[in-house]
């Protein structure tokens, strides 16, 4: 009689299935469908990403860089746009009076733009998140002296505050600085303002979590204040943050712009979109219509790009909406 012999079961462990990576997880998120389900700000994305890759990649794309008053040539100013019967090429939007080619101004422009209203934003959250941590973790008189301040800064028009920053700074400056430091004073003038919305958002946030079982619980085995604000308060107050943020670094371009074009801001030797609206605004009624035209539409498209993107962000990241 045969006997049967049962092999045993196989014990090895199936390989167990790799995780995703960060950009598969990010595919996968409700954030990434919502966007890609948002035609809006999809077109408001590839615009900003197109204006951005122009404006950074300038020197490689432009027939000559306006900052280089050397390679300017009287000779070749007031020339109209390409499809004009006295267009000239390679001047595709025309020229300005001093024979500077207005595509070349506009993206390099652009480019100062950017860096202005991104640095300012960033300072001006560095700033806000700090201070807002501060207030409402500790509370008492250290959140009524950070909440005073930011009240009286409320109480004054954003543009005089950034206007009084930005001729104090320059005043006090040597005349060999001031056009060198142009840049870094603007940021700063602009992020002084700007950081109270971002530190009333946090303090809120941060008076509500401050309250919660986690945060009593760690402060009864003693962890550090700081690293309970950086590491348990702040993850929870990032998403109204990130919406300021973005709606926030819109007004920071114009409010450059607006400076520029008041004569407060960038020089003419190094034009931001401001700057070259308000040296195009003068000739427009003398038939250069081309000068202040096209660095004005360069800005509304940055601005309208960048607001169609927060206002994308702030309607997925609302719980209320889902």
Same mark, same amino acid.
């Given at each position: 009689?045969?006997?049967? %012999?049962?092999?045993?079961?196989?014990?090895?462990?199936?390989?167990?299935?790799?995780?995703?990576?960060?950009? &598969?997880?990010?595919?996968?998120?409700?954030?990434?469908?919502?966007?890609?389900?948002?035609?809006? $700000?999809?077109? $408001?994305?590839?615009?900003?990403?197109?204006? =951005? $890759?122009?404006?950074?990649?300038?020197?490689?794309?432009?027939? *000559?860089?306006?900052?280089?008053?050397?390679?300017?040539?009287?000779?070749?100013?007031?020339?109209?746009?390409?499809?004009?019967?006295?267009?000239?090429?390679?001047? %595709?939007?025309?020229?300005?009076? *001093?024979?500077?080619?207005? @595509?070349?101004?506009?993206?390099?422009?652009?480019?100062?733009?950017?860096?202005?209203?991104? =640095?300012?934003?960033?300072? $001006?959250?560095?700033?806000?998140?700090? !201070?807002?941590?501060?207030?409402?973790?500790?509370?008492?008189?250290?959140?009524?002296?950070?909440?005073?301040?930011?009240?009286?800064?409320?109480?004054?028009?954003?543009?005089?505050?950034?206007?009084?920053?930005?001729?104090?700074?320059?005043?006090?400056?040597?005349?060999?600085?001031?056009?060198?430091?142009?840049?870094?004073?603007?940021?700063?003038?602009?992020?002084?303002?700007?950081?109270? &919305?971002? =530190?009333?958002? /946090?303090?809120?946030? =941060?008076?509500?979590?401050?309250?919660?079982?986690? %945060? &009593?619980?760690?402060? !009864?085995?003693?962890?550090?204040? #700081?690293?309970?604000? @950086?590491?348990?308060?702040?993850?929870?107050?990032?998403?109204?943050?990130?919406?300021?943020?973005?709606?926030?670094?819109?007004?920071?371009?114009?409010?450059?712009?607006?400076?520029?074009?008041?004569?407060?801001?960038?020089?003419?030797? &190094?034009?931001?979109?401001?700057? !070259?609206?308000?040296?195009?605004? *003068?000739?427009?009624?003398?038939?250069? #219509? #081309?000068?202040?035209?096209?660095?004005?539409? *360069?800005?509304? @498209?940055? /601005?309208?790009? %960048?607001?169609?993107?927060?206002? #994308?962000?702030?309607?997925?990241?609302?719980?209320?909406?889902?």
């Amino acid at each position: 009689m045969e006997k049967t %012999v049962t092999l045993p079961a196989d014990t090895t462990p199936a390989p167990a299935a790799p995780l995703p990576g960060r950009l &598969q997880r990010m595919r996968d998120s409700d954030l990434w469908h919502s966007f890609r389900a948002h035609p809006s $700000a999809v077109f $408001a994305a590839i615009l900003l990403a197109i204006v =951005a $890759a122009t404006a950074f990649l300038a020197p490689l794309i432009t027939p *000559q860089n306006p900052y280089d008053l050397a390679a300017l040539e009287l000779w070749n100013s007031e020339i109209p746009p390409i499809w004009n019967a006295e267009g000239q090429w390679p001047y %595709v939007l025309g020229t300005d009076t *001093q024979g500077r080619d207005i @595509l070349s101004a506009v993206l390099y422009g652009s480019r100062i733009s950017l860096i202005i209203g991104f =640095a300012s934003v960033i300072v $001006a959250l560095a700033i806000g998140l700090t !201070l807002g941590l501060v207030a409402g973790y500790f509370g008492g008189w250290v959140d009524n002296v950070i909440m005073r301040v930011g009240d009286v800064l409320l109480s004054m028009p954003f543009i005089l505050i950034a206007i009084l920053i930005t001729a104090i700074a320059t005043a006090s400056l040597p005349t060999g600085l001031k056009d060198v430091l142009a840049a870094p004073i603007l940021i700063m003038a602009i992020a002084v303002p700007s950081w109270v &919305q971002y =530190a009333r958002t /946090v303090r809120a946030s =941060a008076m509500v979590e401050a309250r919660k079982e986690y %945060v &009593q619980a760690a402060k !009864l085995i003693r962890v550090r204040p #700081w690293r309970i604000m @950086l590491h348990h308060i702040l993850p929870n107050c990032l998403t109204p943050i990130m919406v300021a943020a973005t709606l926030n670094f819109g007004l920071a371009i114009l409010s450059e712009a607006t400076l520029s074009f008041l004569g407060v801001g960038m020089p003419p030797d &190094q034009p931001s979109l401001g700057t !070259l609206i308000r040296i195009g605004n *003068q000739y427009l009624f003398s038939g250069l #219509w #081309w000068i202040v035209v096209f660095p004005s539409i *360069q800005l509304c @498209l940055i /601005v309208l790009s %960048v607001n169609m993107i927060g206002d #994308w962000l702030r309607d997925a990241l609302n719980p209320k909406l889902r």
